[in-house]
């Protein structure tokens, strides 16, 4: 797809991956709209970038038809790409989960995931546009105590294979792309950036590949892509 005037919606635009994404798809011309919890943050990074900021919680489900009509109103017309990065991490052992852990790291990840795609999807099919959906190379493999984080990634993989299987007849592609660890402020209790490490992967390397993947010819997609440090030892 040409990126240039394409109007994209990234969730959890204000920092990380997201931020990121939006910034470098900004810079090749498209019209993005970030998504946050934070309005006061959110509106002050669509500042710094250039993006049109829309508060949104991705586990308040009631919203998300009125946030996909504002949207098209926001950007002049319907979407052509739908980036869903917004998540949250929860983590503990078996034997010391708790159901809220689960409640809510699938609400935002899963359920709050599929059901603003829904919201999005006729303006989707109209213009024959684009679904990335972020998850993790902890969506490929589990680890300790990655129960309730890792399965919601693995229900992501799934949703993406589904969706594409659904969308191809209609000529929307729905693309994966699964990060293995990047230095941002996931999980972090204070949400503040984490600094660069030399060895691991930033948010600008995410940022690439999504993009790359958007600029492929429409009449190709790339189903899943999964990017890792070169050397993280």
């Given amino acids: 797809m040409q990126l240039k005037n394409a109007k994209v919606v990234v969730t959890g635009g204000s920092s990380g991956i997201g931020k990121a994404t939006a910034q470098l ?57 739908l980036i869903n990065n917004a998540g949250i991490g929860e983590f503990a052992p078996l034997g010391e989960i708790q159901l809220a852990q689960f409640q809510s790291v699938y609400m935002t990840n899963v359920f709050g995931l599929s059901l603003l795609t829904q919201a999005f999807l006729p303006q989707l099919k109209a213009q024959k ?32 294979q589904c969706w594409q ?25 204070n949400r ?5 490490e030399a060895k691991k992967l930033r948010s600008q390397e995410i940022a690439h590949a999504i993009a790359s993947a958007l600029e492929m010819d429409d009449r190709g997609f790339i189903p899943e892509l999964t990017v890792w440090a070169t050397n993280p030892f």
């Avoid at 309005?39 to 038809?65: H, R, S």
């Avoid at 105590?145 to 229900?155: E, L, Q």
């Avoid at 729905?174 to 999980?187: D, G, K, R």
């Avoid at 503040?192 to 660069?196: C, I, K, L, M, S």
């Fill in 129 to 160: 546009g684009n679904i990335v959906n972020i998850a993790s190379t902890a969506g490929l493999k589990g680890f300790a105590t990655g129960s309730i984080y890792s399965s919601s990634k693995f229900a992501v993989r799934g949703l993406t």
């Fill in 165 to 189: 299987a659904e969308l191809r007849p209609h000529n929307v592609r729905v693309q994966l792309v699964n990060p293995s660890e990047v230095t941002t402020a996931f999980n972090q209790a």
């Fill in 25 to 81: 798809l900004i810079e090749k011309g498209a019209k993005v709209l970030i998504t946050g919890r934070n309005a006061e943050k959110l509106e002050k990074v669509a500042q710094e970038i250039g993006a049109t900021p829309l508060a949104l919680d991705m586990t308040d489900t009631e919203q998300f038809a009125a946030a996909a009509e504002k949207t098209q109103a926001l950007l002049d017309g319907p979407i052509d790409v």
């Fill in 192 to 196: 503040a950036e984490r600094p660069e």
